[in-house]
């Protein structure tokens, strides 16, 4: 298996897939780390998997349904309270027009 | 004052009125102002809520009440492990100030023990880091000498303790957060079965491995430290219902006859000589006492670095995706949504945190899934069975904790393979869910600890404490003379 090279398109596509901003700086030098990276973890194409199972958990017990009783949460303000913006209630985000020119 | 008590003394002695919480907590309070500036163990400690603390455990006891298992013992806890009313940032700048609305549930198990918590421990910005250097406020530095790191993630909980800021302190362990920083900080640390311990209020970063675990000054100070934090919680859907053992009876118990694996895989390239030196010394201890030293393969080893790296990160892109500027933290301003999300996280995030999002977005995207996520998930259960084969053969585990005696500030904070390499040996227990310790055994030419880790079979804690305890009586738990 060769590893793709991780070009500047690459890091800009997958950073917003992240929802993450970068600076012009750090680019080629995400690209250069994500490469190194990807380049050492493409050493699992070495070994055969075709017959393998993946582990997706490793919890030693089945998942148990837990009784269906109604328990007290977080209070209103209490879910709010470290909130950045608070209006009428809910947790605001400032106004924006999408697609306006 | 504390630092000539380990955990189990110090509560009998305030159950028993010798000492009351309130002298413990000043002491704490003089050790924070005398060690913490230097060492930057703790992030947040307010001295106020330490004797207010103390004060509640001192007057539960005027009034006749029988006082719990932690009786006045100072606890640190990891910056990632929400308390109530109390900063908790997860040593990330986009959670600074944040106080969570409720405690975790080992916060509130801590607190029913009598403990008291001296505040809230420096880490890797969420978890994310083998030095306590990424952390968004400033690195933590190792009492054994100072211009070197604790290890991490969990550095400031592990350095809490070797300082005798506190004798316990919980952290998190997903790939050797734990286990790490108690070896460079000659400390006790336990990370617990998959699912031993509740994660409700554990800021997550990669959940498929994630597990709190104590910190102590002495091996039965940790077993009874999990003792109070280990057990089932309906507020999390991963912790198992299976009763907890007394693990502090577990230790002392006899260690004749049990079979100790030495996995040749982790006594090779890469590994000190000064480690090995320590590691093998103690092993040869434990023969003489009657364990039966048996090498073992386990042969996935070498993937565990690649296989974990895949997991975690994919795990944490997906985990990280809920700090978006909206219902907590920091908030950016921005002309669209878009933006609000992507300078937000750009702001609040440090380097390494952004290119485990990157990667673990990168694994998990479209046409390189099967390639890198799947492939890591398969290689997952192959380093499982290794486990399985294993402890078929024999009941615990042993090898070096770490490859090297603590390591420079910066050696490694711009090599991030470099740094990754150094959890080698810690990681396949965690992606097998198994329970591993290190606990500290001889200290290497340099002067500085070194940690032999144990790992056994799931839900087998008992064991681990059992055989370190018959460690623990060759090397007696120390800490640095600076620090007295």
Redesign the interface.
């Known amino acids: 298996m060769t590893g793709p090279a991780i070009d500047r398109a690459r890091v800009l596509h997958i950073a917003k897939l992240s929802a993450l901003s970068l600076h012009e700086s750090e680019i080629d030098q995400l690209a250069n780390d994500l490469n190194a990276i990807v380049k050492y973890v493409d050493e699992l194409g070495e070994v055969d998997l075709s017959q393998v199972p993946p582990t997706t958990q490793v919890q030693f017990e089945a998942s148990k349904w837990r009784a269906d009783e109604v328990v007290s949460g977080l209070t209103h303000e209490q879910a709010l309270a470290a909130s950045p913006q608070v209006e009428h209630g809910g947790f605001a985000v400032p106004v924006f027009v999408e697609g306006a020119s | 004052m504390i630092e000539s008590f380990h955990i189990a003394e110090l509560a009998s002695n305030v159950q028993a009125g010798k000492l009351s919480a309130s002298e413990v907590a000043k002491d704490v309070i003089s050790r924070i102002e005398r060690h913490n500036g230097r060492l930057h163990a703790l992030l947040h400690a307010e001295p106020d809520r330490i004797l207010a603390q103390a004060r509640a455990i001192d007057e539960k006891r005027a009034r006749g009440e029988v006082l719990g298992p932690l009786a006045g013992v100072p606890v640190a806890i990891k910056d990632a492990i929400c308390t109530e009313g109390e900063t908790t940032t997860a040593g990330s700048k986009i959670l600074s100030g ?5 405690d975790a549930t080992v916060i509130a198990r801590l607190r029913g023990a009598d403990a008291i918590l001296t505040g809230k421990a420096n880490m890797d910005e969420f978890a994310m880091g083998s030095s306590t250097e990424n952390s968004g406020y400033g690195p933590t530095k190792n009492p054994w000498d100072e211009t070197r790191t604790p290890g991490g993630s969990s550095g400031g909980s592990a350095v809490a303790v070797a300082a005798r800021i506190a004798l316990g302190a919980l952290g998190s362990d997903t790939g050797g957060s734990i286990r790490q920083p108690a070896s460079l900080t000659g400390t006790v640390g336990v990370k617990p ?3 031993r311990v509740s994660r409700y209020g554990l800021i997550a970063f990669a959940s ?1 491995l994630d597990q709190i675990g104590p910190f102590a000054t002495d091996i039965r100070g940790s077993a009874r430290l999990l003792e109070v934090i280990a057990g089932h919680d ?1 507020h999390d ?2 912790s ?3 009763p907890t053992a007394s693990y502090e009876a577990a230790c002392g118990a006899t260690i004749k006859g049990l079979r100790i694996g030495i996995p040749e895989e982790y006594f090779a390239d890469g590994l000190s000589d000064d480690v090995a030196r320590s590691v093998r010394a103690a092993l040869a201890k434990l023969e003489s006492e009657g364990c039966v030293l048996r090498p073992i393969k386990l042969p ?1 080893t ?2 565990a ?3 974990y ?2 997991i975690a990160t994919a795990e944490a ?1 997906s985990n990280l ?1 809920r700090f ?8 950016a301003p ?10 937000t ?2 702001a609040g ?1 440090g ?1 390494e945190v ?2 485990r ?3 673990g ?3 998990l ?1 479209a046409g ?1 899934y099967d ?2 996520y ?9 380093i ?1 069975r290794d486990f399985d084969a294993a402890f078929a053969e024999v009941d615990v585990v042993a090898s070096p904790t770490a490859p090297t005696t603590a390591f420079r500030l910066g050696e490694k904070a711009n090599d ?2 470099a740094m ?1 390499l150094s959890d080698i040996y810690t990681l396949p227990a965690s ?3 198994v329970p591993a310790l290190s606990v500290p055994c001889e200290r290497g030419q340099d002067g500085l600890p070194v940690g032999l880790q144990l790992v056994a079979p ?2 087998q804690e008992s064991k681990l404490f059992t055989i370190a305890s018959a460690i623990e009586n060759h090397y007696a738990p120390t800490f640095p003379p600076e620090v007295r």
Request: charged residues 20%; aromatic residues 16%.
């Open positions: 944040y106080a969570p609305p409720y079965t998959y699912g498929s309906p859907a991963t198992l219902n299976v996935h070498r993937y670095v690649a296989t790296y895949v892109s995706a978006d500027g909206v219902r907590y933290g920091l908030r921005a002309q669209s949504l878009a933006e609000l999300y992507g300078a996280r750009d995030f380097k952004k290119r999002i990157l990667l977005t990168f694994v995207s390189y390639a890198y799947l492939r890591a998930q398969k290689m997952r259960t192959l499982r991030p393979l990754y992606l097998a869910g799931a839900l």
